[in-house]
């Protein structure tokens, strides 16, 4: 390090430990001022930036260039070409410009999120998609990325079938493979056409987009030119038809439509050289050309007319048009208040030259189809990346946009209704004027403007759509929260997205394959629909969270206008097709709980995350006000675990019984102590944790992990009983493992230790819960078959003991346990009645177990009993006495231990044999010894070995003594191949010099049994008789 260096930046040395993990201000504005959009994500943007910065160069799109003209192509398109007449023809204006305000003020309000959203911080490359994920978390992100990334692809094949419907209804009808023998079959032959055409298409943009986006972008230009030209062509019209409408007259009979495909002379016959002719109509109704030729009933009683097909915008044919005319799959389009008389009903209409209606039209349907021409006003922020300032143009240019179109659609509806004649607007193929797209027939110089127009319009949104789907699929692969598409992330080495494409390309041939246009459209308004009522929440949820980063630069929006576009969406849904929007429902649903079952590990500060905290901070609230009723008493479990010296859990099962206990229900912490200070222990204490962590998650133990560092392990203990949980999300009921080494003192949780810890839960009225042998205790893997748990009833302590069996049985590892229930009966008890009480009384809980009732009648202390009282006071004052080494200590206390176990290992027996005689006993401690020991300790208190042989036990210890051999006997008996025991845990003595003692009692109480659990209630009540 060269001298310079060290005295660089002096006047900051105060901060030069922070300098290594945190940046000078400076050098982070530095860094900020320099940002370019690369890649699609925030971590692999900022690894990129340093390496990719040369190369990039800044962005330079301004409003109009960048936002404003994009969403303008994309919202004007095949919709406004090909239906939009249809659909003011069949709803009426009134209705039509319903259905155009309703779509149109979604967008708006969409819009008006997105807007916000899109100016709270900068916005990468990746769109809407980003902005999703990113506000509302990986879930919704990945669910309504996924449905956008349909919607575009759909709203692709919907552009191709607009292409090829222009191409073979107005541009080249002779281009069509499948000819339609009759009028019948001319839908079906018209729809496999479009499947022909549209899967050649298809494979011809596809290869377009491989081979280079960037001729896809050159020809944008070309086509948003044909868009705006297409719609001056139409305003040029409107205008010329108040004083020149041009010549389109339509033939009718009576009030039908006829189709001019088959004639040319609107007359029946034609005078010619004084002779009357039939014309080419007449031979379409009648039988042959002869005037005395049998005719169609109505085509003899009704005359034709002709009458002009757009009158103009003075006529006055607008009051005609204002209201709705639906009618049914197959009818006959009629003039409204044309003079005809019926004739009778006719059997076939097929065959006459009738413009007849393709699909049954009502006004939700209309909704559906007319809806995805106004999406596409995400087309700017998708190019977020290519803006000089994103903030500044997104919301101008996309609000702009959709102002502009607004007014072009709800003008075009006006004027169409104003100068068309209704039964025009009904002819969707234009067929009454010769075969013409029906707004060319209104536009200016000549219909082949609209028609050339539309045509490369629509051939270019397709393009797009192919284009711009496999980059969002590619986004949505890059992030990785949906496993199954990761391949679509990878592409070409410049990044083009080939894989991508390929899914594009083939999900694109399915709307193909279906080929109606008005069939695939309500499909894509669905997916795009879903896609702004969460853009919609998603700034809802911000703006009421108020969370400190929401500070969006755009300032007009309002949680309410969100909420309304987010409903209006909502609406929408259910008003286009309840049954797309309950599947378009039904996928995003499995794709949010794919992602968080497959659980995306994904922390991107979103509005989800922050909705959940805010819910549980007011579910807290709420909790806290009041103890839960015994109603809804459950076991909030605290797990005291023991680390080994690797930090590594010594005692496994535990966490497994947690988990079968729990079932995934209520509140767990699992807690653990390390001795040491905090400081020096950090790295510990994180490994302990992850330690704890994925133990929980192998054992699938649901619930938070605490390790406390603390100077000693029994204030540790302390701290984790008084201060676990949080509010009224505190543990009740504490569960460990009983300490097997208890009388090795060097064990660091000593038998002082789980005394104390016992008074504490008894003090903080919480339950205690000690698995003895807790090694032996059953897996997750494992299942009982059969076999019984025993719960052994002595006191009631408020029902814990009735509970937990029927807890444990929920569990696959219990469930085909039996449960029974003993209970003992004293000498002036009625074990008869008992029974029959107890029998009620779990009838009442609801609970199904075996009863019976255990007599324990009182009888002379047995010399065993005696025996073992004054061999556990013996010992524990030679501890006290004697400052034995440690090795002596260990020997010694297991010397006494295995004394214990041999003379207890023989099956119990009855009280007037058990023992054996006191003169027998061979104590450990012998004269010889006490010699030895003398000289090895000068200064030891001789008189207090006199006095321990000389000792007699305590009456109280003897009492007690008796009490757990006689009990442990009974249990023996009964449940030494129970499943599981469960038995009331007596409490500690008052006096602390009894701790010891307290912990043989239990180790004979519990003696010769497999598994146990102890239990001590909170004493109060945990289970209830009432509903």
């Given at each position: 390090?060269?001298?310079?260096?060290?005295?660089?930046?002096?006047?900051?040395?105060?901060?030069?430990?922070e300098?290594?993990?945190?940046?000078?201000?400076?050098?982070?504005?530095?860094?900020?001022?320099?940002?370019t959009?690369?890649?699609?994500?925030?971590?692999?943007?900022?690894?990129?930036?340093?390496s990719?910065?040369?190369?990039?160069?800044?962005?330079?799109?301004?409003?109009?260039?960048?936002?404003?003209?994009?969403?303008?192509?994309?919202?004007?398109?095949?919709?406004?070409?090909?239906?939009?007449?249809?659909?003011v023809?069949?709803?009426?204006?009134?209705?039509?410009?319903?259905?155009?305000?309703?779509?149109?003020?979604?967008?708006?309000?969409?819009?008006?999120?997105?807007?916000?959203?899109?100016?709270?911080?900068?916005?990468?490359?990746?769109?809407?998609?980003?902005?999703?994920?990113?506000?509302?978390?990986?879930?919704?992100?990945?669910?309504?990325?996924?449905?956008?990334?349909?919607?575009?692809?759909?709203?692709?094949?919907?552009?191709?079938?607009?292409?090829?419907?222009?191409?073979?209804?107005?541009?080249?009808?002779?281009?069509?493979?499948?000819?339609?023998?009759?009028?019948?079959?001319?839908?079906?032959?018209?729809?496999?056409?479009?499947?022909?055409?549209?899967t050649?298409?298809?494979?011809?943009?596809?290869?377009?987009?491989?081979?280079?986006?960037?001729?896809?972008?050159?020809?944008?230009?070309v086509?948003?030119?044909?868009?705006?030209?297409?719609?001056?062509?139409?305003?040029?019209?409107?205008?010329?038809?108040?004083?020149?409408?041009?010549?389109?007259?339509?033939?009718?009979?009576?009030?039908?439509?006829?189709?001019?495909?088959?004639?040319?002379?609107?007359?029946?016959?034609?005078?010619?050289?004084?002779?009357?002719?039939?014309?080419?109509?007449?031979?379409?109704?009648?039988?042959?050309?002869?005037?005395?030729?049998?005719?169609?009933?109505y085509?003899?009683?009704?005359?034709?007319t002709?009458?002009?097909g757009?009158?103009?915008?003075?006529?006055?044919?607008?009051?005609?048009?204002?209201?709705?005319?639906?009618?049914?799959?197959?009818?006959?389009?009629?003039k409204?208040?044309q003079?005809?008389?019926?004739?009778?009903?006719?059997?076939?209409?097929?065959?006459?030259?009738?413009?007849?209606?393709?699909?049954?039209?009502?006004?939700?349907?209309?909704?559906?189809i007319?809806?995805?021409?106004?999406?596409?006003?995400?087309?700017?922020?998708?190019?977020?990346?290519?803006?000089?300032?994103?903030?500044?143009?997104?919301?101008?240019g996309?609000?702009?946009?959709?102002?502009?179109?607004?007014?072009?659609?709800?003008?075009?509806?006006?004027?169409?209704?104003?100068?068309?004649?209704?039964?025009?607007?009904?002819?969707?193929?234009?067929?009454?004027?010769?075969?013409?797209?029906?707004?060319?027939?209104?536009?200016?110089?000549?219909?082949?403007?609209?028609?050339?127009?539309?045509?490369?319009?629509?051939?270019?949104?397709?393009?797009?759509?192919?284009?711009?789907?496999?980059?969002?699929l590619?986004?949505?692969?890059?992030?990785?929260?949906?496993?199954?598409?990761?391949?679509?992330?990878?592409?070409?080495?410049?990044?083009?997205?080939?894989?991508?494409?390929?899914?594009?390309?083939?999900?694109?041939?399915?709307?193909?394959?279906?080929?109606?246009?008005?069939?695939?459209?309500?499909?894509?308004?669905?997916?795009?629909?879903?896609?702004?009522?969460?853009?919609?929440?998603?700034?809802?949820?911000?703006?009421?969270?108020?969370?400190?980063?929401?500070?969006?630069?755009?300032?007009?929006?309002?949680?309410?206008?969100?909420?309304?576009?987010?409903?209006?969406?909502?609406?929408?849904?259910?008003?286009?097709?309840?049954?797309?929007?309950?599947?378009?429902?039904?996928?995003?649903?499995?794709?949010?709980?794919?992602?968080?079952?497959?659980?995306?590990?994904?922390?991107?500060?979103?509005?989800?995350?922050?909705?959940?905290?805010?819910?549980?901070?007011?579910?807290?609230?709420?909790?806290?006000?009041?103890?839960?009723?015994?109603?809804?008493?459950r076991?909030?479990?605290?797990?005291?675990?023991?680390?080994?010296?690797?930090?590594?859990?010594?005692?496994?099962?535990?966490?497994?019984?947690?988990?079968?206990?729990?079932?995934?229900?209520?509140?767990?912490?699992?807690?653990?102590?390390?001795?040491?200070?905090?400081?020096?222990?950090?790295?510990?204490?994180?490994?302990?944790?992850?330690?704890?962590?994925?133990l929980?998650?192998?054992?699938?133990?649901?619930?938070?992990?605490?390790?406390v560092?603390?100077?000693?392990?029994?204030?540790?203990?302390?701290?984790l009983?008084?201060?676990?949980?949080?509010?009224?999300?505190?543990?009740?009921?504490?569960?460990?493992?009983?300490?097997?080494?208890?009388?090795?003192t060097?064990?660091?949780?000593?038998?002082?230790?789980?005394?104390?810890?016992?008074?504490?839960?008894?003090?903080?009225?919480q339950?205690?819960?000690?698995?003895?042998?807790?090694?032996?205790?059953?897996?997750?893997?494992?299942?009982?078959?059969?076999?019984?748990?025993?719960?052994?009833?002595?006191?009631?302590?408020?029902?814990?003991?009735?509970?937990?069996?029927?807890?444990?049985?929920?569990?696959?590892?219990?469930?085909?346990?039996?449960?029974?229930?003993?209970?003992?009966?004293?000498?002036?008890?009625?074990?008869?009645?008992?029974?029959k009480?107890?029998?009620?009384?779990?009838?009442?809980?609801?609970l199904?177990?075996?009863?019976?009732?255990?007599?324990?009648?009182?009888?002379?202390?047995?010399?065993?009993?005696?025996?073992?009282?004054?061999?556990?006071?013996?010992?524990?004052?030679?501890?006290?006495?004697?400052?034995?080494?440690?090795?002596?200590?260990?020997?010694?206390?297991?010397?006494?231990?295995?004394?214990?176990?041999?003379?207890?290992?023989?099956?119990?027996?009855?009280?007037?044999?058990?023992?054996?005689?006191?003169?027998?006993?061979?104590?450990?401690?012998?004269?010889?010894?006490?010699?030895?020991?003398?000289?090895?300790?000068?200064?030891?208190?001789?008189?207090?070995?006199?006095?321990?042989?000389?000792?007699?036990?305590?009456?109280?210890?003897?009492?007690?003594?008796?009490?757990?051999?006689?009990?442990?006997?009974?249990?023996?008996?009964?449940?030494?191949?129970?499943?599981?025991?469960?038995?009331?845990?007596p409490?500690?003595?008052?006096?602390?010099?009894?701790?010891?003692?307290?912990?043989?009692?239990l180790?004979?109480?519990?003696?010769?049994?497999?598994?146990?659990?102890?239990?001590?209630?909170?004493?109060?009540?945990?289970?209830?008789?009432?509903?």
């Amino acid at each position: 390090m060269d001298r310079g260096n060290v005295y660089e930046g002096k006047n900051m040395a105060l901060f030069e430990e922070e300098m290594d993990s945190n940046p000078m201000v400076s050098s982070l504005l530095n860094k900020l001022a320099n940002y370019t959009n690369l890649t699609q994500g925030v971590v692999e943007h900022e690894a990129d930036e340093e390496s990719k910065r040369k190369e990039v160069k800044l962005p330079c799109m301004g409003t109009f260039i960048g936002v404003y003209l994009p969403c303008l192509q994309n919202i004007l398109g095949v919709i406004l070409f090909l239906r939009l007449t249809w659909i003011v023809g069949t709803a009426g204006v009134l209705e039509s410009f319903i259905i155009v305000f309703m779509c149109c003020a979604c967008t708006m309000l969409t819009a008006i999120s997105m807007s916000a959203i899109a100016t709270n911080g900068v916005v990468p490359a990746g769109g809407s998609y980003y902005m999703i994920s990113r506000s509302l978390g990986p879930e919704f992100g990945g669910a309504v990325g996924l449905c956008f990334y349909l919607g575009t692809t759909f709203a692709g094949a919907m552009y191709i079938l607009g292409t090829i419907e222009i191409l073979l209804t107005y541009i080249s009808p002779s281009a069509a493979i499948f000819k339609a023998e009759e009028v019948d079959g001319e839908t079906e032959a018209m729809l496999n056409n479009m499947r022909v055409y549209g899967t050649c298409i298809i494979i011809l943009m596809a290869i377009v987009v491989f081979v280079g986006v960037k001729y896809v972008n050159k020809l944008a230009l070309v086509f948003l030119a044909c868009v705006i030209l297409s719609i001056i062509a139409i305003y040029a019209g409107v205008i010329k038809t108040a004083f020149d409408p041009p010549d389109f007259p339509i033939c009718l009979l009576g009030n039908r439509t006829l189709s001019k495909r088959s004639f040319d002379v609107c007359a029946k016959f034609i005078e010619s050289n004084n002779e009357t002719k039939t014309t080419a109509l007449w031979q379409l109704f009648c039988d042959s050309s002869l005037l005395n030729a049998t005719c169609d009933d109505y085509f003899s009683l009704n005359n034709v007319t002709e009458i002009q097909g757009i009158p103009g915008i003075m006529s006055g044919v607008l009051i005609d048009n204002l209201w709705s005319t639906y009618s049914e799959k197959g009818s006959i389009v009629e003039k409204k208040n044309q003079p005809s008389v019926p004739g009778p009903e006719e059997t076939k209409l097929g065959g006459f030259p009738y413009v007849f209606t393709d699909i049954m039209t009502y006004f939700t349907m209309l909704v559906g189809i007319y809806f995805p021409s106004v999406t596409g006003i995400m087309a700017g922020s998708n190019r977020s990346g290519d803006l000089k300032d994103a903030q500044k143009s997104i919301p101008t240019g996309t609000i702009l946009a959709i102002a502009t179109t607004s007014f072009i659609y709800l003008s075009c509806i006006v004027m169409f209704g104003a100068c068309i004649e209704g039964v025009i607007l009904r002819d969707k193929f234009g067929e009454a004027v010769n075969g013409n797209l029906v707004v060319g027939t209104l536009a200016w110089p000549s219909p082949w403007v609209i028609v050339i127009g539309s045509f490369f319009s629509t051939c270019g949104a397709g393009l797009q759509s192919l284009t711009g789907a496999p980059r969002l699929l590619q986004a949505i692969a890059r992030d990785g929260i949906v496993p199954f598409i990761q391949v679509f992330g990878h592409g070409k080495a410049n990044g083009e997205p080939t894989w991508a494409l390929l899914l594009t390309a083939g999900i694109c041939e399915i709307g193909i394959l279906i080929a109606s246009l008005d069939s695939v459209a309500p499909i894509l308004s669905m997916f795009f629909l879903m896609c702004y009522m969460f853009v919609n929440l998603a700034c809802a949820v911000q703006t009421l969270l108020r969370t400190p980063n929401w500070r969006p630069r755009f300032k007009y929006y309002h949680w309410t206008l969100s909420f309304l576009g987010m409903s209006l969406c909502l609406a929408l849904m259910f008003i286009c097709s309840w049954y797309y929007a309950l599947i378009a429902m039904l996928i995003a649903g499995c794709i949010y709980k794919y992602i968080e079952y497959r659980g995306a590990e994904k922390e991107w500060g979103d509005g989800i995350r922050g909705l959940s905290l805010n819910a549980a901070r007011y579910a807290l609230l709420r909790v806290e006000d009041v103890p839960p009723h015994t109603k809804n008493w459950r076991p909030q479990l605290l797990v005291l675990l023991n680390l080994d010296s690797q930090q590594l859990v010594k005692h496994p099962r535990l966490l497994s019984f947690t988990s079968q206990l729990k079932a995934g229900k209520g509140l767990t912490i699992v807690g653990s102590v390390l001795q040491g200070i905090y400081l020096d222990k950090c790295t510990e204490t994180q490994k302990a944790e992850e330690n704890v962590k994925s133990l929980m998650g192998v054992e699938k133990t649901k619930g938070f992990c605490q390790i406390v560092v603390s100077p000693n392990f029994r204030d540790g203990i302390s701290y984790l009983i008084q201060s676990a949980g949080l509010g009224g999300m505190k543990h009740n009921t504490v569960l460990m493992a009983w300490p097997e080494s208890w009388k090795q003192t060097e064990n660091c949780f000593s038998w002082k230790n789980f005394v104390d810890t016992v008074r504490e839960t008894t003090a903080a009225q919480q339950a205690l819960l000690v698995a003895k042998n807790i090694d032996l205790f059953p897996t997750n893997q494992e299942r009982f078959t059969e076999g019984n748990i025993d719960v052994w009833w002595i006191v009631h302590d408020g029902g814990m003991l009735m509970l937990l069996p029927f807890l444990l049985r929920q569990h696959k590892v219990w469930r085909k346990c039996k449960m029974r229930i003993f209970t003992v009966a004293q000498m002036d008890d009625n074990s008869i009645q008992m029974k029959k009480d107890l029998q009620m009384f779990l009838y009442h809980l609801r609970l199904n177990a075996e009863v019976e009732v255990v007599e324990m009648f009182e009888n002379d202390i047995s010399a065993f009993t005696y025996e073992k009282t004054l061999m556990m006071e013996q010992r524990s004052q030679m501890l006290k006495q004697m400052q034995l080494s440690k090795n002596e200590r260990e020997r010694e206390a297991q010397l006494i231990h295995d004394r214990n176990t041999a003379s207890h290992s023989a099956p119990v027996v009855k009280a007037n044999v058990a023992a054996a005689v006191p003169e027998k006993v061979q104590m450990t401690w012998t004269k010889e010894k006490f010699v030895a020991e003398k000289h090895k300790n000068k200064e030891s208190n001789v008189s207090g070995f006199k006095d321990i042989f000389n000792m007699k036990p305590n009456q109280s210890n003897v009492r007690r003594m008796h009490t757990a051999v006689k009990l442990n006997g009974v249990v023996l008996n009964k449940s030494q191949h129970a499943q599981l025991v469960l038995l009331n845990m007596p409490g500690p003595p008052k006096n602390r010099k009894g701790d010891e003692n307290y912990m043989e009692f239990l180790e004979v109480l519990t003696e010769g049994l497999d598994r146990v659990l102890l239990v001590r209630g909170s004493g109060r009540e945990v289970i209830t008789i009432y509903s």
